[in-house]
């Protein structure tokens, strides 16, 4: 076999050593410890209410064992449908280390005559592990997908380098069926990129039969190119057929050679036409294959002496090269089992970077908490805004109650003493965590709160008032006070000298008995004499009292009944605090 094949890019990339621990990317924690962040900013940070936080809490619990059951059903199924080959990546690895194994190419192979290219002496083999890396078949292409997933989680986490693509046209009976394996290959391809979330470099395989010469007398040889950036155009197949052609050269009249260079030629130029436009026709629904490298190889199944339309035997490359030219290819023998992988191909693959998943776990955890670091920092100031705004509300309401609506402003006083105790006890033992991350400025209302309540000033009492019968100080229809009238003013003269600061208002009362000037006049008189009483008694000076004559114009009984009337008939002697000036 000759390994050198004209390279389009002979570059290669070291892939980094990594540990390996576990298997694949730890989903489940993952989501795990997202939800337990949404659930510490619902409780702890977020400005919502009780009944919202139970909503989201419901909402998130939903969601997280809907996608923790989704994950485990999926690997669970993953591992049970692709049991048989991890198992058989297992023993053929067995003594591999295992971060070797995660450094070694792995490519699948699907497509044509797999037993041929795997099983050894009658024994069926999933797994064949080369010089250049491990060769993993799949046998239906259908399976390429979840395979491919199957095998990166095997890896730890990294997906496979690439996908061959084994073509055999002896084993095609026309290009009908050949084409539609070869989207079904494609759309497989595809399906496995779209799953691994990466391009899977792709390459084609063709083993044909290329000489006449008995297989035992054939030295498999490999023809072909490789690069490590997709090939896009017909001309980078140029130096395969142009290898072969200098063979023949350098053969010194080998017809061998000359037979191989001539079917070389034409079965490159088939494969360009049938084989890679199928796989890269931008009109198919399936995105195009990744082609990285193309081979062919002296090495197939019997070729038959003529192509048989009557029974249907048909080689899709032989019939072209007869119609093409108008020669019948001479008979080739089979080759001998097994046939050589494309191991030359995968010289050249594209090294990508790998990075273990429990570093790319810790890297998303980074990012998830920094995400619910912002989201706290944002709730905790939207917090504090409103702790500012309701405090600023209730100063607002207080000072906007009018002092003579006491019972209104006591009630918003003790709103503003309840803020202050909040902040107070937000200073002894800690901010809470909602108002806290440096956006609590609680502390700077604290002054301001204290000002707005020691601000209040309680009404002043009401007035103290003593009222006198007229009848047991006055004489019907006379002013001045009766001999034994003061022992009915001696209560109230102890009340004046207890409040020796306040005033004194005299008022005089009558009943509408009589003409309603001569009640004015006796009401005044009567209470004047209870001042000048009053003055003697107490020693307080006249400018403390005051008097006031009302006559029958502030009833506090009906003056029908002569009892009314008798109530009606009084003095009152009322403290007032003295006014501030």
Known sequence: MNPDLPRLCT????????????????FRVMVLLAAALALALIWLVAPVGIGTAWTLTALVGTVVLALVWWRTRLLDRAREQSAHVLTALGEATTDIPVKLRTRMPLVLVTGDALSALFDREGEVRHVHLGDGGIWLRVDRMQDLPRLAVAVRQWRDGRAPDGVVLAVVPGQHAGPDGLTQQLRIARQAAADASRMLGTRLPGYVAVYQRLTTGPSEYAVPRWYGVSSSFPLLDAERFGPVILAAENEVQHGAGDSTAAVRAAALASIVGWTQRVVIGALTDRQQPASPWALFGAGWIDCGPASPVATSEANGQVNPWIRDVEMQTRVMRAQASASPLPWPLPEPLIE???RRHWMSPRMAACAHAIALVACAAAIAFWSAGKNNQTLLTRIGADLAHYRMIPAAHDVAKRDALQVLVDDRDRLDRYAR???PL?????????????PTLNDAIASYVAPAP???VVTLDSMSLFDSGKAQLKPDSTRAMVGALEMIKAHPDKRILVAGYTDNVGHPDSNLKLSVARAQAVRDWLIEASGIPATQFAIQGYGDTRPIADNDTPEGRARNRRVEITLVPDTPK
């Open 11 to 26: 570059k290669s990339a070291h892939t980094p050593d990594h540990g390996h621990e576990g298997l694949g990317y730890p």
């Open 348 to 350: 050249s693959m594209p």
């Open 429 to 431: 033992t800690g901010v």
């Open 434 to 446: 909602r108002l806290s991350f440096g956006m609590y400025r609680g502390t700077q209302l604290t």
């Open 462 to 464: 009401p007035p103290a």
